[in-house]
């Protein structure tokens, strides 16, 4: 360890002190010790600060007491001639410097200047955080990148940031070098930033490096059920799950080298592109700590490797960019080239099962126009068959599969997916084009990507894309057909009807002893695996996160108890349940993990329930938001009284049926009404209250408990009427 870096570390720190001292003495001589302090929609606080010290910063005067207790891990700066063989004071004074930045930035949120502006988009939400956070459970994101500073020209920027995205690495970019920043600089390369494309612009200010180290303390805290004020399990976890590191571009200042310091407490490394001091021993970090002088196209390989990283990229033979980081971009109508269906052409896409001899494995034909045969801003049919044989392969799976093309589509830079079935639209940017990706190339994906996901059921797969009218009108009447059946059969499809529930544990990753025990009719509570996709999953993966419980001997029909589900959750939940109710909030109710769409709870005075969706992020009748109930209810604990869900899950017959089922429900937000408006409007048919819905209060009808409880005796709701809910 060598003096050098101490000293820089240390006075970096120091200087990053004044500061915060300097701006929040400000603060609170303009607007007193009394004055909120807060990140936008979170219910974690000051998010490092809150996981390392248990400190809930609410006020100036939380970030007085804050500051004091960084100030005091600030160890003196060491004497030039100090040999310092251990990294102690370093790390105190990285620790120090991220609870000072964290004060620093969220005062910007009171005095300016906004962290969000332009390009610049601040602190996450719990939100982002939430739906961001399910691409590390899944291994969707192996990490992230934190990139400081800017790079010696936009055009090493945009490579370096392609590289990290083709390895689905998120890049977070803060601090600038010389006056420029990576973001700017990806920016006038026209390359498109925000959460959507991976590649997130925090702030121009050193200090807006902390939303980085927040995002981790956050998945921590989220999805790993780290308690508050366990700073060692957050670090751990963040060494041993979250595969993020430092890239240090351009010339490292001090106040680099205090956050540097920050990062290297969490497992993270520095890899510099310049030549500042190394710390190469391992201590905290799985490797080296901070290597240097690293070359600009060397340096992605290198962080990869020294922060313990193994990552597979498959290869499809496309002439564009490949992978899942590019699946949120979009193609915009000017970038476009040429379109198909969204409205302006039929277009259809509909996989289905055929016999060996029909099909053909890798055979792509198109029928109709390919690219070279339109002209720029043309618009055509378009009709994907995708056949495919499989000795495994079941009809149920078809949707399953089908569902996939949006997402293997999207893959491809420049090729834009929307909609499914019937209703899809796609475009093909001009970038695209003249890069020669063409019509059939829609085929080469599909087939690639099928067996590469599906290799265990799928063992023949054929495309056929259509694009002259004719012949797409044909699939399409086919294919509604096949569309109306599997309707019917999910309709169909009830608890009752099966002996077999599947388990999810895909979020055990984050939440250890979180368990989804899912059914027919109670789809995974993060939205995005029903019973067909377990089903499906477990046949191509049969060691995988989807296994199948036999539900055996019923113990309560009413609250959905049933004896070998309780067995399987006891061993997989690592013993920590024992009895787990599927249509009960009440009596021993499923776990969360974090990724629920919706929470419920109760309205005590009401008799009744809420409903709450993540993208609501106003105050619900129940006194808080949505982002404090989040807190209470994940981790993979039992809350009696509160229960997180999908969405569609509302519309079910065994929404809490034990507890009254859906005639409970009192409010819920505008948005999420009108989003699930069909099926609920379709259940509540089904139980003979065809107005039931204009019955549910919303934010607009009422904010508080007492207001719901007016509301619904105004409005005779049903649940007045109803038994006491405990
Ligand atoms: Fe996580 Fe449950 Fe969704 Fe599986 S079904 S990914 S365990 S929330
Ligand atoms: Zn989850």
Redesign the pocket.
């Known amino acids: 360890m060598s003096k050098i870096i101490a000293t820089s570390v240390i006075k970096g720190a120091y200087k990053i002190f004044k500061r915060a001292e300097k701006t929040l003495k400000e603060c609170i001589e303009k607007h007193g010790k009394d004055q909120k302090i807060e990140f936008p929609d979170t219910g974690y606080y000051l998010p490092i600060i809150y996981s390392m010290t248990g400190i809930k910063v609410e006020k100036l005067s939380d970030a007085e007491k804050v500051l004091d207790e960084a100030k005091k891990l600030l160890p003196p700066v060491p004497d030039e001639k100090l040999w310092l063989p251990y990294l102690g004071g370093t790390l105190d004074a990285g620790i120090a410097t991220l609870w000072m930045e964290e004060i620093i930035e969220a005062i910007k949120y009171i005095d300016g200047p906004s962290p969000v502006d332009g390009i610049w988009l601040g602190a996450a939400t719990d939100k982002i955080i939430r739906e961001r956070g399910?691409e590390f459970?899944?291994g969707t994101a192996p990490g992230f990148a934190a990139c400081v500073g800017a790079c010696k020209d936009s055009k090493t920027a945009v490579k370096i940031a392609r590289e990290l995205q083709e390895k689905n690495i998120y890049v977070f970019m803060s601090a600038s070098t010389d006056g420029k920043t990576m973001a700017e600089q990806l920016a006038e390369e026209g390359v498109e930033l925000g959460w959507n494309t991976r590649l997130v612009p925090f702030g121009k200010d050193i200090t807006s490096t902390i939303y980085s180290a927040g995002f981790a303390t956050r998945a921590a805290l989220s999805f790993g059920g780290v308690q508050p004020g366990d700073y060692r399990r957050m670090l751990l976890y963040n060494k041993n799950r979250i595969f993020a590191f430092v890239l240090a571009l351009g010339e490292v200042d001090e106040e680099k080298y205090a956050n540097a310091a920050g990062a290297i407490n969490y497992g993270f490394p520095t890899i510099a592109d310049t030549a500042i001091p190394e710390i190469l021993p391992r201590g905290v970090c799985t490797y080296e700590h901070v290597v240097s002088n690293i070359p600009d196209d060397e340096i992605v390989a290198k962080a990869i490797e020294i922060r313990g990283l193994k990552i597979t990229v498959e290869k499809v033979d496309v002439p564009v960019a490949f992978g899942p980081a590019f699946e949120g971009e979009r193609v915009r109508k000017e970038d476009t080239y040429i379109e198909f269906g969204g409205n302006k052409s039929e277009a259809v896409e509909f996989l289905h099962m055929a016999d060996s001899s029909e099909v053909e494995d890798g055979k792509i034909e198109i029928f109709g126009p390919e690219v070279d045969d339109v002209k720029e801003g043309d618009v055509l049919p378009l009709g994907i068959e995708i056949l495919v044989y499989g000795r495994k392969m079941q009809e149920d799976f078809e949707p399953v599969m089908e569902r996939q093309i949006h997402y293997f589509v999207n893959y491809a830079t420049g090729i834009f997916h929307m909609g499914q079935r019937d209703i899809n639209w796609v475009r093909f940017s001009k970038e695209a084009v003249k890069s020669g990706f063409k019509i059939k190339h829609l085929g080469t994906i599909l087939h690639a990507k099928m067996h590469s996901n599906f290799s265990n059921i799928m063992d023949k797969i054929q495309v056929k894309i259509y694009t002259n009218p004719e012949d797409v009108a044909v699939l399409k009447k086919r294919a509604k057909e096949v569309f109306r059946t599997r309707d019917e059969r999910l309709r169909n499809l009830t608890d009752e009807s099966v002996d077999t529930f599947y388990s999810?544990?895909?979020?055990?990753s984050f939440a250890p002893n979180?368990?989804?025990a899912?059914s027919p009719e109670r789809?995974?509570?993060?939205?995005?695996?029903n019973w067909l996709d377990?089903k499906a999953s477990y046949e191509i993966n049969p060691t995988g996160?989807?296994q199948p419980i036999k539900i055996g001997e019923t113990i309560d029909a009413r609250l959905g108890i049933w004896k070998g589900v309780n067995d399987f959750v006891y061993k997989a939940s690592n013993q920590s349940l024992e009895s787990f109710s599927a249509y009960s909030m009440i009596v021993d109710p499923m776990t969360?993990?974090g990724?629920?769409e919706v929470i419920v709870t109760i309205l005590p005075s009401t008799n009744g329930v809420m409903a709450v969706n993540r993208e609501h992020s106003g105050m619900t009748p129940s006194g808080m938001k949505f982002s404090t109930m989040a807190g209470m209810v994940g981790g993979g604990i039992q809350t009696p009284g509160f229960i997180g869900i999908s969405k569609y899950f509302i519309g079910s017959k065994k929404f809490i049926k034990a507890d009254g089922g859906l005639e409970r429900l009192a409010w819920m937000p505008k948005a999420l009404k009108e989003e699930i408006r069909d099926i609920l409007e379709e259940r509540a048919k089904e139980m003979g209250m065809e107005d039931f819905l204009d019955k549910v209060a919303t934010e607009e009808e009422a904010e508080t408990e007492e207001e719901v409880l007016e509301w619904i005796q105004k409005v005779n709701h049903p649940v007045l009427k109803m038994e006491p809910m405990m």
């Open positions: 399910i459970v899944d999810c544990t895909l979020c055990q979180h368990i989804c899912v789809p995974g509570l993060c939205g995005a695996y377990c996160p989807n969360s993990c990724c629920f």
